[in-house]
């Protein structure tokens, strides 16, 4: 079984980064609702859970 932690704390650190300063509809940091879906995704998942809004 592969070690996903790299790649998710790759894709957690990018998808963070990448809308820095944008809020979502209800004034939030838009990292939020990518966040929420990853935590309730495989751990082999997570990484593209984080990147959904960002690519």
């Not at 957690?12 to 940091?29: F, I, M, N, S, Y």
């Not at 879906?37 to 495989?42: G, H, P, S």
Request: aromatic share 6%.
């Amino acid at each position: 079984m592969r070690n996903y932690e790299a790649e998710v704390a790759l894709a957690e650190q990018v998808a963070t980064e990448a809308p820095a300063g944008q809020l979502d509809k209800a004034r939030l940091p838009y990292i939020g609702h990518p966040r929420g879906v990853a935590l309730r995704t495989t751990h082999e998942c997570r990484a593209v859970a984080l990147f959904r809004d960002v690519v």
